[in-house]
Protein backbone atom coordinates (compact mmCIF):
# COMPACT_ATOMS: atom_id res chain seq x y z
CA UNK A 1 0.00 0.00 0.00
CA UNK A 2 1.24 3.32 -1.01
CA UNK A 3 1.89 6.15 1.46
CA UNK A 4 0.63 9.22 2.02
CA UNK A 5 1.42 12.84 2.67
CA UNK A 6 -0.43 15.86 4.03
CA UNK A 7 1.20 18.72 2.86
CA UNK A 8 1.05 22.46 4.02
CA UNK A 9 -1.50 22.01 6.44
CA UNK A 10 -2.41 23.84 9.72
CA UNK A 11 -1.66 20.94 11.63
CA UNK A 12 -4.18 20.90 15.12
CA UNK A 13 -3.21 18.25 17.82
CA UNK A 14 -5.59 19.08 20.96
CA UNK A 15 -3.98 15.97 22.34
CA UNK A 16 -0.16 17.22 21.98
CA UNK A 17 -1.33 20.77 22.17
CA UNK A 18 0.51 21.12 18.70
CA UNK A 19 -0.99 23.70 16.27
CA UNK A 20 1.89 24.31 13.50
CA UNK A 21 1.99 24.30 9.89
CA UNK A 22 3.19 21.45 8.44
CA UNK A 23 3.60 17.60 6.60
CA UNK A 24 2.11 14.58 8.10
CA UNK A 25 3.59 11.18 6.61
CA UNK A 26 1.70 8.51 7.09
CA UNK A 27 2.17 4.50 6.10
CA UNK A 28 0.61 1.42 6.91
CA UNK A 29 -2.51 3.00 8.14
CA UNK A 30 -0.40 4.89 10.90
CA UNK A 31 1.31 8.33 11.29
CA UNK A 32 4.87 7.96 10.97
CA UNK A 33 6.77 11.28 10.88
CA UNK A 34 5.36 15.08 11.02
CA UNK A 35 7.44 17.50 9.75
CA UNK A 36 6.97 21.35 10.92
CA UNK A 37 7.66 24.02 8.37
CA UNK A 38 8.70 26.64 11.86
CA UNK A 39 10.82 23.71 12.84
CA UNK A 40 14.41 24.77 13.84
CA UNK A 41 15.76 21.43 13.52
CA UNK A 42 14.70 20.66 9.45
CA UNK A 43 14.68 22.87 6.31
CA UNK A 44 10.66 22.97 6.16
CA UNK A 45 8.34 20.06 5.48
CA UNK A 46 7.89 20.97 1.75
CA UNK A 47 11.41 20.14 1.43
CA UNK A 48 12.19 16.81 2.62
CA UNK A 49 12.50 14.18 0.39
CA UNK A 50 11.94 10.75 1.99
CA UNK A 51 10.38 9.59 5.21
CA UNK A 52 12.40 10.49 8.12
CA UNK A 53 11.05 6.80 9.51
CA UNK A 54 11.52 4.55 6.51
CA UNK A 55 13.77 6.21 4.59
CA UNK A 56 10.95 5.46 1.69
CA UNK A 57 11.38 8.53 -1.01
CA UNK A 58 8.71 11.06 -1.60
CA UNK A 59 7.46 9.97 -5.18
CA UNK A 60 6.42 7.13 -3.13
CA UNK A 61 3.33 8.78 -1.38
CA UNK A 62 0.61 10.07 -2.62
CA UNK A 63 0.29 13.78 -1.75
CA UNK A 64 -2.63 15.65 -0.43
CA UNK A 65 -2.36 19.30 -0.64
CA UNK A 66 -4.12 20.89 2.59
CA UNK A 67 -2.66 24.26 1.91
CA UNK A 68 -5.46 26.80 3.87
CA UNK A 69 -6.76 23.87 5.79
CA UNK A 70 -6.70 22.38 9.57
CA UNK A 71 -5.59 18.87 9.86
CA UNK A 72 -7.42 17.74 13.16
CA UNK A 73 -7.52 13.84 14.35
CA UNK A 74 -10.63 12.74 13.20
CA UNK A 75 -14.01 13.06 14.91
CA UNK A 76 -15.09 10.16 16.87
CA UNK A 77 -18.77 10.48 17.90
CA UNK A 78 -20.30 8.85 20.54
CA UNK A 79 -23.50 8.23 19.84
CA UNK A 80 -24.72 7.33 16.20
CA UNK A 81 -27.78 5.21 14.86
CA UNK A 82 -27.28 3.48 12.31
CA UNK A 83 -30.73 1.63 12.18
CA UNK A 84 -29.33 -1.55 11.06
CA UNK A 85 -30.65 -3.97 11.73
CA UNK A 86 -33.74 -3.69 11.14
CA UNK A 87 -34.77 -0.26 10.07
CA UNK A 88 -32.66 0.01 6.86
CA UNK A 89 -35.27 2.23 5.36
CA UNK A 90 -34.27 5.05 7.50
CA UNK A 91 -30.20 4.05 7.85
CA UNK A 92 -28.27 1.25 7.10
CA UNK A 93 -24.65 0.51 7.96
CA UNK A 94 -23.68 1.84 4.78
CA UNK A 95 -24.95 5.14 4.51
CA UNK A 96 -24.99 5.90 8.01
CA UNK A 97 -20.95 5.71 8.03
CA UNK A 98 -21.08 7.76 5.00
CA UNK A 99 -22.93 10.58 6.47
CA UNK A 100 -20.42 9.73 9.20
CA UNK A 101 -16.96 10.69 6.75
CA UNK A 102 -18.89 13.26 4.76
CA UNK A 103 -19.04 15.04 8.59
CA UNK A 104 -15.49 14.30 9.62
CA UNK A 105 -15.70 11.22 11.65
CA UNK A 106 -13.80 8.37 11.28
CA UNK A 107 -15.40 6.39 13.61
CA UNK A 108 -18.65 5.96 15.36
CA UNK A 109 -20.24 4.26 18.43
CA UNK A 110 -23.22 2.86 16.99
CA UNK A 111 -26.49 2.53 19.26
CA UNK A 112 -28.08 -0.80 20.12
CA UNK A 113 -31.78 0.33 19.88
CA UNK A 114 -31.70 -1.63 16.59
CA UNK A 115 -34.38 -4.28 15.85
CA UNK A 116 -33.79 -6.49 17.07
CA UNK A 117 -31.69 -5.19 20.05
CA UNK A 118 -27.85 -5.49 20.24
CA UNK A 119 -28.30 -7.42 23.35
CA UNK A 120 -26.05 -10.39 22.61
CA UNK A 121 -23.20 -11.70 20.26
CA UNK A 122 -24.82 -12.64 17.33
CA UNK A 123 -26.59 -9.32 16.93
CA UNK A 124 -22.92 -7.56 17.24
CA UNK A 125 -21.52 -9.82 15.07
CA UNK A 126 -23.34 -8.97 12.20
CA UNK A 127 -23.31 -5.58 12.89
CA UNK A 128 -19.54 -5.50 12.89
CA UNK A 129 -19.37 -7.97 9.91
CA UNK A 130 -21.62 -5.61 8.16
CA UNK A 131 -19.50 -2.79 9.60
CA UNK A 132 -16.74 -4.46 7.79
CA UNK A 133 -18.33 -5.35 4.49
CA UNK A 134 -20.05 -1.86 4.22
CA UNK A 135 -19.03 0.88 6.27
CA UNK A 136 -16.80 4.11 5.31
CA UNK A 137 -15.14 4.53 8.78
CA UNK A 138 -14.96 3.01 12.08
CA UNK A 139 -17.81 1.28 13.31
CA UNK A 140 -17.81 0.69 17.71
CA UNK A 141 -21.06 -0.96 18.74
CA UNK A 142 -22.13 -0.10 22.07
CA UNK A 143 -24.57 -3.14 23.53
CA UNK A 144 -27.44 -3.09 25.62
CA UNK A 145 -27.07 -2.63 29.16
CA UNK A 146 -30.51 -5.22 29.73
CA UNK A 147 -31.85 -7.44 27.67
CA UNK A 148 -33.96 -6.13 24.92
CA UNK A 149 -33.40 -2.47 26.73
CA UNK A 150 -36.45 -3.69 28.73
CA UNK A 151 -34.90 -2.94 32.26
CA UNK A 152 -35.06 -6.14 34.41
CA UNK A 153 -32.23 -8.31 33.15
CA UNK A 154 -28.56 -7.36 32.63
CA UNK A 155 -27.11 -8.49 29.37
CA UNK A 156 -23.67 -10.82 28.96
CA UNK A 157 -21.21 -7.63 29.49
CA UNK A 158 -17.87 -10.00 29.55
CA UNK A 159 -18.97 -11.94 26.65
CA UNK A 160 -20.46 -8.68 24.75
CA UNK A 161 -17.40 -6.53 25.61
CA UNK A 162 -14.95 -9.50 24.32
CA UNK A 163 -17.14 -9.76 21.03
CA UNK A 164 -16.24 -6.05 20.63
CA UNK A 165 -18.93 -3.58 22.90
CA UNK A 166 -16.91 -0.16 23.78
CA UNK A 167 -19.40 0.44 25.79
CA UNK A 168 -23.16 -0.34 27.49
CA UNK A 169 -26.48 2.06 26.99
CA UNK A 170 -29.89 0.88 26.64
CA UNK A 171 -30.24 4.43 25.30
CA UNK A 172 -33.64 6.04 23.78
CA UNK A 173 -34.51 5.11 27.89
CA UNK A 174 -32.84 5.68 30.71
CA UNK A 175 -31.66 2.28 32.51
CA UNK A 176 -34.65 1.35 34.56
CA UNK A 177 -33.98 1.35 38.23
CA UNK A 178 -31.16 2.32 40.42
CA UNK A 179 -30.07 -0.48 41.54
CA UNK A 180 -30.11 -1.83 37.99
CA UNK A 181 -27.50 0.79 37.11
CA UNK A 182 -25.49 -0.11 40.11
CA UNK A 183 -25.34 -3.49 38.88
CA UNK A 184 -24.56 -2.54 35.58
CA UNK A 185 -22.15 -0.33 36.42
CA UNK A 186 -20.18 -3.11 39.18
CA UNK A 187 -19.75 -5.30 36.10
CA UNK A 188 -18.98 -2.59 33.40
CA UNK A 189 -16.47 -1.61 35.82
CA UNK A 190 -15.12 -5.32 36.34
CA UNK A 191 -15.01 -5.74 32.85
CA UNK A 192 -13.40 -2.14 31.88
CA UNK A 193 -15.81 -0.44 30.18
CA UNK A 194 -18.64 2.08 31.12
CA UNK A 195 -22.39 2.79 30.58
CA UNK A 196 -23.55 5.64 28.95
CA UNK A 197 -27.16 6.34 30.18
CA UNK A 198 -29.94 8.39 28.35
CA UNK A 199 -31.05 10.52 31.60
CA UNK A 200 -35.28 10.77 31.75
CA UNK A 201 -36.94 9.21 34.04
CA UNK A 202 -39.17 6.44 33.25
CA UNK A 203 -42.40 7.70 34.47
CA UNK A 204 -42.06 11.33 33.11
CA UNK A 205 -41.22 9.78 29.79
CA UNK A 206 -44.60 8.80 28.60
CA UNK A 207 -46.23 11.45 27.11
CA UNK A 208 -44.36 14.25 26.91
CA UNK A 209 -43.26 15.73 23.65
CA UNK A 210 -41.50 18.85 23.83
CA UNK A 211 -39.60 20.98 26.52
CA UNK A 212 -42.24 21.44 29.65
CA UNK A 213 -42.21 25.22 28.93
CA UNK A 214 -43.78 28.58 27.37
CA UNK A 215 -43.65 27.19 23.77
CA UNK A 216 -45.53 23.50 25.20
CA UNK A 217 -47.92 25.54 27.34
CA UNK A 218 -48.88 28.17 23.91
CA UNK A 219 -48.97 25.43 21.19
CA UNK A 220 -50.80 23.16 23.81
CA UNK A 221 -47.96 20.04 24.43
CA UNK A 222 -47.16 17.63 26.82
CA UNK A 223 -43.97 18.50 27.96
CA UNK A 224 -40.49 16.94 29.09
CA UNK A 225 -39.58 18.27 32.32
CA UNK A 226 -36.31 19.50 33.59
CA UNK A 227 -36.50 17.53 36.51
CA UNK A 228 -37.41 14.21 34.84
CA UNK A 229 -33.52 14.61 33.54
CA UNK A 230 -31.97 16.31 36.36
CA UNK A 231 -33.36 13.43 38.60
CA UNK A 232 -31.74 10.37 36.66
CA UNK A 233 -28.26 12.32 36.07
CA UNK A 234 -28.12 12.94 39.77
CA UNK A 235 -29.28 9.39 40.30
CA UNK A 236 -26.36 8.54 37.83
CA UNK A 237 -23.89 10.24 39.72
CA UNK A 238 -24.98 8.58 43.20
CA UNK A 239 -24.26 5.38 41.71
CA UNK A 240 -21.11 5.88 40.02
CA UNK A 241 -20.45 7.50 43.53
CA UNK A 242 -21.02 4.38 45.50
CA UNK A 243 -19.49 1.63 43.14
CA UNK A 244 -16.41 4.02 41.29
CA UNK A 245 -17.05 2.93 38.14
CA UNK A 246 -17.41 5.54 35.30
CA UNK A 247 -20.97 6.62 33.70
CA UNK A 248 -21.38 8.25 31.17
CA UNK A 249 -24.32 10.86 31.01
CA UNK A 250 -25.44 11.26 27.06
CA UNK A 251 -26.71 14.00 25.59
CA UNK A 252 -27.08 16.84 28.60
CA UNK A 253 -29.40 19.22 27.80
CA UNK A 254 -30.15 21.24 30.90
CA UNK A 255 -28.41 24.01 33.25
CA UNK A 256 -29.25 21.67 36.78
CA UNK A 257 -28.05 18.45 35.02
CA UNK A 258 -24.93 20.29 33.71
CA UNK A 259 -24.15 21.99 36.81
CA UNK A 260 -24.35 18.61 38.67
CA UNK A 261 -22.08 17.20 36.17
CA UNK A 262 -19.66 19.92 37.46
CA UNK A 263 -19.86 19.54 40.76
CA UNK A 264 -19.79 15.63 41.34
CA UNK A 265 -16.63 15.54 38.47
CA UNK A 266 -15.09 18.71 41.32
CA UNK A 267 -15.43 15.79 44.05
CA UNK A 268 -13.46 13.33 42.01
CA UNK A 269 -17.26 10.99 41.03
CA UNK A 270 -15.69 9.24 37.77
CA UNK A 271 -18.53 10.94 35.53
CA UNK A 272 -18.02 11.74 31.94
CA UNK A 273 -20.97 13.41 29.48
CA UNK A 274 -21.37 14.79 25.98
CA UNK A 275 -23.54 17.06 24.53
CA UNK A 276 -25.21 17.30 20.65
CA UNK A 277 -25.12 19.93 17.94
CA UNK A 278 -28.98 20.59 18.64
CA UNK A 279 -29.12 20.81 22.41
CA UNK A 280 -26.50 24.11 21.63
CA UNK A 281 -27.59 25.63 18.70
CA UNK A 282 -31.32 25.61 19.53
CA UNK A 283 -34.36 26.17 21.84
CA UNK A 284 -37.86 25.29 21.75
CA UNK A 285 -38.70 27.92 20.12
CA UNK A 286 -37.74 25.91 16.97
CA UNK A 287 -40.18 23.50 17.21
CA UNK A 288 -42.66 26.39 16.21
CA UNK A 289 -40.43 26.38 12.72
CA UNK A 290 -39.34 23.14 12.19
CA UNK A 291 -42.13 20.91 13.53
CA UNK A 292 -41.17 17.67 13.77
CA UNK A 293 -37.73 18.00 12.80
CA UNK A 294 -36.92 19.91 15.93
CA UNK A 295 -38.94 16.86 17.85
CA UNK A 296 -36.26 14.75 19.84
CA UNK A 297 -34.98 12.93 23.66
CA UNK A 298 -33.93 15.36 25.40
CA UNK A 299 -35.67 17.73 24.07
CA UNK A 300 -34.86 21.64 22.81
CA UNK A 301 -35.03 23.49 25.91
CA UNK A 302 -34.97 26.87 26.96
CA UNK A 303 -32.33 29.71 26.42
CA UNK A 304 -30.41 29.41 29.70
CA UNK A 305 -30.02 25.66 29.31
CA UNK A 306 -28.61 26.60 26.22
CA UNK A 307 -26.08 29.00 28.00
CA UNK A 308 -25.07 26.15 30.51
CA UNK A 309 -24.24 23.89 27.67
CA UNK A 310 -22.36 26.02 25.77
CA UNK A 311 -20.73 27.02 29.21
CA UNK A 312 -20.15 23.53 29.86
CA UNK A 313 -18.37 22.52 26.53
CA UNK A 314 -15.95 25.95 27.33
CA UNK A 315 -15.10 24.85 30.93
CA UNK A 316 -14.37 21.27 30.98
CA UNK A 317 -17.36 19.92 32.65
CA UNK A 318 -19.31 18.59 29.26
CA UNK A 319 -16.35 15.72 27.72
CA UNK A 320 -17.27 15.31 24.40
CA UNK A 321 -19.73 16.76 21.02
CA UNK A 322 -22.12 13.36 20.01
CA UNK A 323 -24.21 13.84 17.57
CA UNK A 324 -27.14 11.50 18.38
CA UNK A 325 -27.87 11.27 14.67
CA UNK A 326 -31.27 9.72 14.64
CA UNK A 327 -32.55 8.91 11.29
CA UNK A 328 -35.91 8.55 10.72
CA UNK A 329 -38.39 8.20 7.71
CA UNK A 330 -40.36 10.99 6.28
CA UNK A 331 -43.70 9.42 6.16
CA UNK A 332 -42.81 8.98 9.95
CA UNK A 333 -42.07 12.21 10.41
CA UNK A 334 -44.92 13.16 8.73
CA UNK A 335 -47.55 10.98 10.95
CA UNK A 336 -48.19 14.99 13.03
CA UNK A 337 -46.39 16.49 15.71
CA UNK A 338 -47.10 14.25 18.19
CA UNK A 339 -47.08 10.88 17.18
CA UNK A 340 -43.83 11.73 14.76
CA UNK A 341 -41.09 9.59 16.24
CA UNK A 342 -38.14 11.74 18.58
CA UNK A 343 -34.55 12.34 16.27
CA UNK A 344 -33.11 13.96 14.03
CA UNK A 345 -30.22 13.52 11.62
CA UNK A 346 -26.61 15.27 13.03
CA UNK A 347 -23.64 14.01 11.54
CA UNK A 348 -22.96 16.17 8.38
CA UNK A 349 -23.92 19.42 10.32
CA UNK A 350 -22.13 18.84 13.18
CA UNK A 351 -18.42 20.57 12.87
CA UNK A 352 -20.64 23.56 11.02
CA UNK A 353 -22.88 24.00 13.69
CA UNK A 354 -20.10 23.92 16.18
CA UNK A 355 -18.13 26.29 14.52
CA UNK A 356 -21.04 28.68 14.17
CA UNK A 357 -22.58 28.98 17.94
CA UNK A 358 -18.88 27.75 19.77
CA UNK A 359 -15.80 28.74 17.94
CA UNK A 360 -16.86 31.84 15.82
CA UNK A 361 -18.56 33.45 18.74
CA UNK A 362 -15.54 32.98 20.42
CA UNK A 363 -16.78 30.61 23.36
CA UNK A 364 -13.89 28.46 22.77
CA UNK A 365 -10.90 27.92 20.93
CA UNK A 366 -9.50 24.86 18.10
CA UNK A 367 -7.99 22.99 20.90
CA UNK A 368 -10.88 22.97 22.61
CA UNK A 369 -13.41 22.29 20.10
CA UNK A 370 -11.48 19.76 18.49
CA UNK A 371 -10.64 17.75 22.07
CA UNK A 372 -14.57 17.95 22.08
CA UNK A 373 -14.76 16.12 19.08
CA UNK A 374 -11.65 13.52 18.81
CA UNK A 375 -9.10 13.21 21.34
CA UNK A 376 -11.23 13.48 24.30
CA UNK A 377 -14.14 10.72 22.96
CA UNK A 378 -11.40 8.77 22.20
CA UNK A 379 -9.91 9.08 25.62
CA UNK A 380 -13.54 8.36 26.81
CA UNK A 381 -13.23 5.26 24.86
CA UNK A 382 -9.71 4.32 26.43
CA UNK A 383 -8.44 4.46 22.62
CA UNK A 384 -5.16 6.61 22.58
CA UNK A 385 -4.10 5.48 18.97
CA UNK A 386 -7.10 7.46 17.96
CA UNK A 387 -7.85 11.34 18.24
CA UNK A 388 -4.18 12.38 17.85
CA UNK A 389 -2.16 13.45 15.50
CA UNK A 390 1.25 12.40 16.18
CA UNK A 391 3.49 9.67 15.52
CA UNK A 392 2.34 6.48 16.13
CA UNK A 393 -1.14 7.06 15.90
CA UNK A 394 -3.53 5.57 13.06
CA UNK A 395 -4.22 7.84 10.34
CA UNK A 396 -7.70 9.02 11.33
CA UNK A 397 -7.92 12.60 9.94
CA UNK A 398 -9.71 15.09 9.09
CA UNK A 399 -9.10 18.07 6.82
CA UNK A 400 -11.05 21.11 7.04
CA UNK A 401 -11.15 24.24 5.57
CA UNK A 402 -12.56 26.64 8.12
CA UNK A 403 -12.74 29.59 5.77
CA UNK A 404 -15.29 27.40 3.10
CA UNK A 405 -19.03 29.08 2.91
CA UNK A 406 -21.51 25.95 2.06
CA UNK A 407 -25.01 25.80 2.83
CA UNK A 408 -26.24 22.29 4.24
CA UNK A 409 -28.84 20.74 1.82
CA UNK A 410 -30.06 17.87 3.58
CA UNK A 411 -31.25 16.51 -0.17
CA UNK A 412 -27.13 16.65 -0.54
CA UNK A 413 -26.93 14.07 2.52
CA UNK A 414 -25.25 10.51 2.48
CA UNK A 415 -27.83 9.53 5.17
CA UNK A 416 -31.04 7.86 3.80
CA UNK A 417 -32.77 10.53 6.13
CA UNK A 418 -33.71 14.09 5.93
CA UNK A 419 -34.78 14.39 9.38
CA UNK A 420 -32.85 17.71 10.45
CA UNK A 421 -33.84 21.31 11.01
CA UNK A 422 -30.75 22.46 9.42
CA UNK A 423 -31.78 22.01 6.13
CA UNK A 424 -30.67 25.37 4.27
CA UNK A 425 -28.58 26.79 6.94
CA UNK A 426 -25.47 29.05 6.24
CA UNK A 427 -22.33 27.89 7.42
CA UNK A 428 -18.62 28.99 7.38
CA UNK A 429 -16.01 26.01 7.93
CA UNK A 430 -16.33 22.70 5.98
CA UNK A 431 -15.16 19.42 6.19
CA UNK A 432 -13.12 18.52 3.02
CA UNK A 433 -11.15 15.14 3.27
CA UNK A 434 -11.99 12.49 5.94
CA UNK A 435 -9.20 9.56 6.24
CA UNK A 436 -9.50 6.29 7.94
CA UNK A 437 -6.18 4.77 8.53
CA UNK A 438 -4.44 6.25 6.20
CA UNK A 439 -6.78 6.27 3.47
CA UNK A 440 -9.16 8.23 2.10
CA UNK A 441 -13.03 7.52 2.21
CA UNK A 442 -14.59 11.43 1.51
CA UNK A 443 -13.18 14.21 -0.54
CA UNK A 444 -14.16 17.35 -1.94
CA UNK A 445 -18.48 15.80 -1.31
CA UNK A 446 -17.88 12.45 -2.68
CA UNK A 447 -17.28 9.12 -1.17
CA UNK A 448 -13.66 7.51 -2.25
CA UNK A 449 -15.02 4.20 -3.79
CA UNK A 450 -13.13 1.24 -1.50
CA UNK A 451 -14.10 2.49 1.76
CA UNK A 452 -12.38 2.11 4.87
CA UNK A 453 -10.07 -0.67 5.25
CA UNK A 454 -9.38 -0.77 9.64
O1 LIG B 1 -34.26 11.67 19.83
C1 LIG B 1 -33.85 10.54 20.04
N1 LIG B 1 -33.85 9.58 19.10
N2 LIG B 1 -33.40 10.26 21.26
C2 LIG B 1 -33.06 9.02 21.60
O2 LIG B 1 -32.65 8.82 22.70
C3 LIG B 1 -33.23 7.89 20.66
C4 LIG B 1 -33.17 8.35 19.28
C5 LIG B 1 -33.66 7.35 18.29
O3 LIG B 1 -33.26 6.19 18.35
O4 LIG B 1 -34.40 7.72 17.37
ZN1 LIG C 1 -30.79 8.92 23.95
Redesign the pocket.
Known sequence: MAGLIITNGRIICPRTRRDATGDVWIEEGRIVDIELQSSPTNSGGRNKSASMATGKPRNQFEEIDARGCIVSPGFVDLHT?LREPGGEEAETIATGTAAAAAGGFSAVCC?P?TRPVNDNISVMKMILERAQATGSVRVFPVAAVSIGSRGEQLTDFEALKAAGAVCFSD??KAVRTETLMKNALEVAKRVGSFVSD?CEAWNAAEDGVIHDGSVARELGIRGLPRSSEDSMVERDIRAAEQTGAHVHIA?ISTAGAVSLVRHAKQQGVAVTCEATPHHFSLTDEAVKKYGADAK??PPLRAASDVEAVVEGLADGTIDAIAT?H?P?LASEKAQGFAAA????TGLEAALALALQQLLQPGHLDWFRLLELLSSSPARILGRPDLGRVDVGAWGDLTILDPNQEWVFRASDSFSKSRNTPFDGWKFRGRVRTTLVAGKVVFEAGAMRPGGADH
Open positions: HMNDGHHMKDAHPFGI
